[in-house]
């Protein structure tokens, strides 16, 4: 208790909108089955995501040493995570008003739930748990590149709260990269968004060619409105995570 609650302080007094949702996760607190579903659940995603996966998730999926066998414990996760890119995956108690979640990216500290879905919503779930927040989002925390541009997102959003028109073309920035982005390598079409990453039945999809697939444009995703329960009709694909760095540069002059 003692080292998990300096822990907690710490990032609480890192933090000022964002505190009074940061938690502890109590990893001894999952029960064998939750880690069965864990299992099952990354084992049911990795074949895929060997081959069509960008090669940054794959290689941080490694780093911050995620396990296919059982739950993520998020402290062995951060200190594996922090020394190559500062980041920390920082449980939190759900949902985030856009103020403190934008706070919590900015300081380089990803907002993760700790709850596990049930069996009963293997494939898909309305809130994110900590498969979507963990599996899907944070081995790309590891990349330096990727790790910047989030940071950078963070500061950028937390500048804009007084401006919901230029937030609304923001999240459609976040959506469009961060959850559903898409990346050309080796000459094809490899994901790295953690709706992507996370959900089996909307990434077999989309490598299908059952959604356009559009050169990522700046101004096209600004303006580019979508439906969050929806399956994406149309999405982007990028060069390389420098763009995407580029592009939120580029949206803070248009916007701010
Ligand atoms: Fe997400």
């Given at each position: 208790m003692g080292i998990a609650t300096s822990t907690l302080s710490l990032a609480q007094s890192r933090l000022q909108v964002a505190a009074p949702y940061l938690?502890?996760?109590?990893?001894?607190?999952?029960?064998?089955?939750?880690?069965?579903?864990?299992?099952?659940?990354?084992?049911?995603?990795?074949?895929q995501l060997r081959e069509h996966a960008c090669r940054e998730y794959l290689d941080g999926f490694h780093q911050i040493g995620l396990r296919e066998d059982k739950l993520p414990n998020l402290s062995e996760v951060s200190a594996l995570l922090q020394p190559r890119t500062g980041w920390q995956s920082t449980p939190v108690s759900g949902f985030l008003p856009a103020d403190a979640f934008f706070e919590m990216l900015a300081a380089r500290m990803f907002p993760t739930t700790t709850w596990l879905r049930s069996r009963d919503s293997m494939e898909y779930t309305p809130e994110p748990d900590i498969f979507h927040d963990v599996f899907g989002h944070v081995p790309m925390h590891a990349h330096p590149v990727f790790a910047n541009f989030l940071e950078s997102y963070g500061k950028i959003c937390a500048g804009l709260m007084a401006r919901p028109d230029a937030l609304e073309r923001m999240g459609r920035l976040f959506w469009f990269t961060v959850e559903f982005g898409l990346i050309r390598q080796d000459g094809e079409i490899k994901v790295y968004g953690s709706g992507l990453i996370s959900s089996h039945g909307e990434c077999t999809r989309v490598l299908a060619g059952g959604c356009e697939v559009k050169d990522f444009d700046l101004d096209a995703v600004l303006n580019q409105e979508f439906e969050t329960s929806e399956m994406q009709p149309v999405l982007y694909a990028v060069e390389s995570f420098d763009q995407i760095y580029e592009a939120t540069k580029q949206a803070e002059m248009r916007l701010g």
């Open positions: 938690i502890e996760q109590t990893w001894a607190d999952y029960t064998p089955e939750q880690h069965a579903i864990w299992a099952e659940l990354v084992t049911r995603r990795m074949p």
